[in-house]
């Protein structure tokens, strides 16, 4: 089976000329919405990506109108492929994982995308371990001060219940029992 997929962001714009070039390329169902790329959840994106078998293809009119991102690209693809089926862009030939040039230039792409994602990772472990360096603290700040630590410690040793020292912190009773001296 021949999806098609034809998408654009507003209201105002229309979809009939990726309509008119999927149908001219064969397509024989067209999935087709109304909403920005930006947004996550295109429910008709996500119903084409539920439909697929294997040996069906996908066609696009251009890559922008199924990803806005090299991130998205090879998300939508890998979900494509998982699925057994191909994708083609009419206006990106060499967008075409039914070819061998195709499923290479979507590889390099995956490659390239994959070793921008290991820098950005390094850097930002180096990044934190810089700051612990620096005495930065991580994690979620603490619901009491020093102060209020060392007294919620003076009134539990005195024999208060620790629900009614929680209750006066606002916080809640494992907090207060968590509290070492």
């Known amino acids: 089976m021949i999806y098609g997929y034809a998408r ?5 714009q229309t979809l009939e000329a990726q309509l008119d070039a999927l149908r001219a390329a064969g397509a024989e169902k067209i999935f ?49 492929s998982s699925a057994g089926a191909g994708f083609r862009s009419l206006a990106e030939v060499w967008a075409d994982t039914t070819t061998a040039h195709g499923r290479l230039m979507v590889t ?15 850097r930002t472990r180096e990044g934190r371990t810089r700051a612990r360096e620096r005495g930065v603290a991580f994690g979620r700040p603490g619901k009491l001060t020093p102060h ?16 009614e020292i929680a209750r006066s912190y606002a916080v809640s009773h494992s907090t207060i029992s968590r509290l070492k001296p």
Not at 155 to 163: H, M
């Open 32 to 80: 087709q919405e109304k909403v920005s790329g930006a947004v996550t959840n295109r429910p008709q994106l996500v119903k084409l990506l539920a439909t697929l078998q294997p040996g069906d293809l996908v066609l696009i009119t251009r890559l922008d109108r199924l990803a806005r991102s090299t991130r998205d690209l090879l998300n939508a693809l890998d979900r494509i």
């Open 8 to 12: 654009v962001s507003t209201e105002g």
């Open 108 to 122: 390099v792409l995956g490659g390239i995308a994959e070793f921008e994602r290991e820098l950005i990772q390094a």
């Open 148 to 163: 209020q630590k060392r007294e919620a410690l003076a009134r539990k040793a005195a024999g208060e219940p620790v629900r």
